[in-house]
């Protein structure tokens, strides 16, 4: 086996059912219920018009200013898939653009990141396909590889093995295990409908922060030169 030139199989994947189910959840109540300890890094921003992602992830590692490996990804793409490349957050050529996210859209994938750059960036601005990148450059990429597909990656810490769950919106890209989905789900839905119920408080006057604030900072041993 050629260690860093390989296509290894996908022996897993979060199901479409399972990651539609997260659609409506934001990604920062996720992120709270995994303890706040898994993300994707904030280089890793939005391009496109706004929307969530919500998909199983088909991982690529590639050599920096290079994409071979990434129109074979995109051949073995299948509905309901992300593509997450990493190019090592390298900046210097584009990785994908307008044709072969066109393409990806058609072999039913619901979204693309990029530890890298692209280019088409007014074009994929302007539609609501999510893609999440390092940065733009309108200089191409060459294709002569090496690089691998659905082999573990790691974003800014965090850990992306073929077939867990990518999840994004404005804030930004996160993974969830494949064998976690289930219990963030439940914990990310109850902050959800949890932080429903204190905005509403908030926006009727009824939720005082107050008394929480105040405890924190007595325990804390702050001290109040305000007060008499």
């Not at 129109?71 to 090592?88: C, F, N, R, T, W």
Request: proline share 6%.
């Amino acid at each position: 086996m050629t260690i860093g030139f390989r296509i290894l199989p996908r022996t897993r994947k979060v199901d479409t059912a399972t990651a539609e189910r997260f659609r409506d959840i934001p990604v920062a109540n996720c992120s709270d219920a995994m303890s706040r300890m898994f993300a994707g890094g904030p280089v890793l921003r939005p391009m496109h018009a706004g929307g969530a992602m919500a998909g199983a992830a088909l991982t690529v590692r590639t050599r920096p200013g290079d994409n071979l490996m990434l129109h074979k990804a995109l051949l073995m793409a299948e509905p309901g898939d992300v593509i997450v490349v990493d190019a090592e957050g390298d900046l210097t050529n584009s990785l994908i653009g307008e044709m072969m996210i066109s393409y990806a859209i058609q072999k039913g994938a619901v979204g693309v990141v990029v530890n890298g750059a692209v280019r088409d960036s007014g074009w994929i601005r302007a539609n609501a396909f999510p893609v999440f990148a390092a940065g733009v450059n309108h200089r191409g990429p060459y294709k002569d590889g090496p690089g691998e597909i659905n082999v573990p990656l790691a974003l800014g810490g965090m850990v992306i093995n073929p077939g867990d769950l990518l999840l994004g919106d404005d804030d930004g890209v996160l993974c969830v295990p494949y064998e976690q989905t289930e219990a963030v789900y439940k914990a990310a839905k109850a902050k959800s409908e949890a932080e429903a119920k204190a905005l509403a408080e908030t926006l009727a006057g009824r939720l005082d922060p107050k008394t929480w604030v105040e405890e924190s900072l007595k325990r804390l041993g702050c001290e109040d030169l305000t007060k008499g």
